[in-house]
């Protein structure tokens, strides 16, 4: 998560969205200029600048990963939350829930019974990795605008031009992508019932942006 006062924005950060790679590309915004270096992980930051929230494990951090948007509201204060620009990204929940299953179970691309074990593991997820609490306090939508994880560029563009920052995004990082076969489509790991699970899990998400099966 970043907190930038050079530019008065907020990002909320989600799971399997290209989160990291878009807080690394916004992160120089939270530090005075000429502070930031590239890496991957990173301790907590807080400066006159900007706030950067821990990549790692929490580890007692007030600033940390995939905080909530209620818990960000909770320590930054009213004033600041309702000033500031918010955004997060977001991804088509069926692509998204293949991305996590292979981040988190590291199942071989060449496993010929991956689409048998992410059916098993779909039907036993239990939602955390809904993500919804990045965007809503109380079930109500919180950010200014969804980036979305098919159309990045574009609308990480749009950002940038609502919070006047310049980005060159042509050397945007790649970091934490799941490896997956190429030889399976979308479509190929779900039958009816991980459809539906899926489907019911991120109902506002589908109904909200039109996602669908790809």
């Not at 991956?114 to 079930?139: L, P, Q």
């Not at 790649?174 to 019911?200: G, K």
């Amino acid at each position: 998560m970043l907190v930038s006062h050079r530019k008065k924005f907020i990002y909320t950060k989600t799971k399997k969205t290209a989160s990291t790679s878009v807080e690394i590309m916004f992160e120089p915004f939270c530090m005075p200029d000429g502070e930031w270096e590239y890496t991957i992980r990173r301790n907590q930051y807080v400066s006159d600048a900007g706030i950067i929230g821990r990549r790692g494990r929490q580890s007692g951090n007030m600033w940390y990963n995939h905080m909530s948007a209620r818990k960000i509201k909770e320590q930054i204060g009213d004033n600041i939350w309702n000033e500031y620009y918010k955004f997060c990204t977001i991804r088509n929940p069926f692509d998204k829930m293949i991305s996590l299953f292979h981040f988190t179970r590291n199942v071989p691309t060449d496993d010929s019974n991956v689409v048998e074990t992410f059916r098993r593991w779909i039907s036993k997820h239990d939602g955390r990795h809904v993500d919804r609490d990045k965007y809503m306090i109380r079930g109500t939508q919180c950010v200014d605008f969804f980036v979305r994880y098919e159309y990045l560029q574009e609308d990480l563009e749009e950002v940038c031009s609502a919070v006047d920052a310049d980005i060159d995004f042509s050397n945007m990082p790649v970091v934490h992508a799941s490896s997956r076969s190429n030889d399976l489509s979308v479509a190929d790991y779900y039958d009816s019932q991980a459809t539906d699970r899926v489907s019911n899990m991120f109902d506002w998400e589908i109904s909200t942006f039109g996602y669908s099966m790809p």
